[in-house]
């Protein structure tokens, strides 16, 4: 009963290293997302998917990369990591058809530390 | 000023309180409202849907007030477990998922 999985838990960075943030769902939901935690901004949405193949992005883009080569899989990038990207990420996925529902499935969160 | 405002509180109350919390967006084109919980440390969970009707669910109470783009939360006779931050959600388009930054209630023995 895995849900939505996320790697690593803890992360600590140098400023300008490059590290991918994992995310796996095991639901078959189509739509994907990511989303940073900042005390004081709430959770804040960098870049989604609605399927394998189409990405968006969302509030806070600028720094991060996303694709979506399969249904399960949304990895983030950080190209090159900045003291103001320390932050906790949540990946959260729903089904396709369930904007109304509103019930968005969350990983565990990432702590992300750049130093 | 952010789309989705909440009081950050805290709000602490004894158990058996009842409390309420209110969301203000600022984004007429707003489709769907949710509350979700956060414990400490954890990720966000689904609390209950916002409809203009109102809606409950036990001891929690919702409503949605569209002409004043106002959502609430009503927690009666609150209980230890309730403590958490409690998280106001609008959506636009069906896909992005805008969070007020969260109101946190503890309740005390």
């Known amino acids: 009963n895995a849900g939505v999985t996320q790697t690593p838990k803890f992360q600590v960075l140098k400023t300008g290293q490059s590290m991918t943030l994992q995310c796996a769902q095991d639901?078959?939901?189509?739509?994907m997302s990511w989303y940073r935690q900042d005390p004081g901004m709430g959770l804040r949405l960098i870049h989604y998917?609605?399927?394998?193949?189409?990405?968006d992005q969302g509030e806070v883009p600028n720094g991060y990369n996303v694709s979506r080569s399969t249904t399960e899989d949304f990895p983030l990038r950080l190209l090159s990591a900045a003291p103001s990207q320390t932050s906790v990420y949540f990946c959260?996925?729903?089904?396709?058809?369930?904007?109304?529902?509103?019930?968005?499935?969350f990983g565990e969160g990432s702590r992300l530390t750049v130093l | 000023r952010k789309e989705v405002e909440q009081d950050p509180g805290p709000f602490n109350v004894p158990e058996g309180a009842t409390v309420a919390f209110n969301c203000t967006y600022s984004?007429?084109?707003?489709?769907?409202f949710f509350w979700y919980r956060q414990d400490c440390r954890k990720e966000p969970k689904l609390l209950m849907s916002?409809?203009?009707s109102g809606n409950e669910d036990g001891r929690f109470t919702a409503q949605l007030n569209r002409a004043s783009q106002y959502i609430s939360l009503l927690i009666r006779d609150s209980k230890l477990s309730d403590s958490a931050t409690y998280l106001c959600?609008?959506?636009?388009?069906?896909?992005?998922?805008?969070f007020g930054t969260g109101t946190r209630l503890k309740v005390l023995a």
């Open positions: 998917s609605v399927g394998a193949g189409i990405t």
């Open positions: 959260a996925s729903r089904p396709r058809g369930a904007a109304n529902t509103g019930e968005l499935f």
């Open positions: 984004n007429s084109a707003s489709q769907s």
């Open positions: 916002v409809y203009s």
């Open positions: 639901m078959n939901h189509e739509y």
């Open positions: 959600v609008v959506t636009r388009g069906g896909y992005k998922y805008i």
